[in-house]
């Protein structure tokens, strides 16, 4: 009698070892990170019991998943002119005039422009982007439109990028912020970055450190005011910078944003015809790739689902561009 029932209390101890233990295959999401299939983590800590009701709010608050990238803000603190003025005597001793670039037609073995892998490593430390340069950026492209008013084709760029499940980036300036809130908010909700095209779009080189404060900051905090969203990327009116421009907008928790793609799209009444338009746009994919299409144009709008699905069919990934 006395041994069965120590045989009972084995056999019951073994249950619950092997409850605690099993219970599902074993999996690595895209990740690498291995957990079970009913979502426990395999990387967990043996601790000793505790309460029931600390238990059930343990259990709570470790089940709750984090914010997305697609839900997520970037939380962005400019300074005010005060805090940052001291810092415009150091920025004299950079360069003022304006750096001379494009992405030009010689690409690398990858596909690269080679100015861009070139402006790449020589701005990188101030934060600038000529394409995003990196392992993490491997097979990863970027899409971005600039707004300098509105032309009538957002709505329908908005649901095309809303239909592939694509996040881009909008830069737009403070008149497009005022007369268009709708397209602002809508862009914020459906989880897009709006970027920072500068208040009144001059060339940022040929202001004064505290009117090109100016333009980043009236447009930074109207968003901010009106919005709840805080900008981080900056895109330069007319691709216009200097050492001196990108060391302010770096100061200013700003990531400048140029582009490894761009072509004549920007006047609505000398558009390109779709097909040759297509050709540019997909004919020199690469890692990282920044694209610049202006949401002014007819064709881009036409061709947009189409470029998409082109560049997903070659292997790449359309990403939301973070910090």
């Not at 409850?19 to 000793?48: K, M, Q, W």
């Not at 892998?117 to 492209?141: M, P, S, T």
């Not at 790739?289 to 002014?296: G, I, K, R």
Request: aromatic content about 12%; proline content about 4%; overall charge negative.
């Amino acid at each position: 009698m006395k041994k069965t029932k120590i045989l009972v209390v084995f056999l019951v101890i073994c249950l619950v070892l092997s409850g605690c233990f099993s219970g599902g295959d074993y999996h690595a999401d895209e990740n690498g990170v291995i957990s079970r299939e009913e979502g426990l983590s395999a990387d967990i800590e043996i601790t000793p019991a505790i309460p029931e009701s600390s238990s059930e709010s343990s259990s709570e608050e470790s089940s709750s998943e984090p914010e997305s990238e697609e839900t997520s803000s970037v939380v962005n603190d400019i300074g005010s002119i005060e805090e940052l003025s001291p810092y415009f005597a150091e920025f004299s001793n950079l360069g003022s005039e304006q750096v001379p670039w494009g992405p030009g037609t010689n690409f690398d073995s990858t596909g690269k422009p080679i100015a861009c892998v070139q402006l790449n490593e020589q701005y990188a430390k101030w934060d600038a982007d000529f394409y995003r340069a990196g392992d993490e950026h491997k097979g990863k492209v970027y899409l971005t439109f600039d707004e300098g008013y509105e032309n009538g084709y957002t709505p329908a760029i908005l649901d095309t990028l809303k239909e592939k499940g694509v996040s881009a980036v909008f830069f737009v300036t403070l008149s497009y912020a005022k007369n268009e809130p709708e397209l602002i908010q809508r862009m914020i909700d459906e989880g897009h970055v709006v970027g920072n095209h500068s208040a009144r779009h001059p060339n940022m080189t040929q202001i004064s450190m505290d009117e090109a404060y100016a333009e980043v900051a009236d447009l930074h905090n109207y968003i901010s005011e009106n919005f709840g969203y805080d900008m981080y990327l900056f895109r330069p009116p007319e691709g216009a910078f200097s050492e001196r421009t990108l060391a302010l907008l770096q100061k200013m928790n700003y990531r400048t944003v140029c582009w490894s793609f761009a072509y004549n799209d920007w006047n609505p009444d000398n558009q390109m015809e779709h097909q040759k338009a297509f050709g540019k746009v997909t004919g020199s994919l690469h890692d990282g790739e920044v694209f610049l299409l202006h949401a002014v144009s007819s064709t881009n709008t036409a061709i947009l689902g189409d470029v998409i699905d082109h560049v997903r069919a070659e292997g790449y990934t359309f990403e939301k561009y973070l910090p």
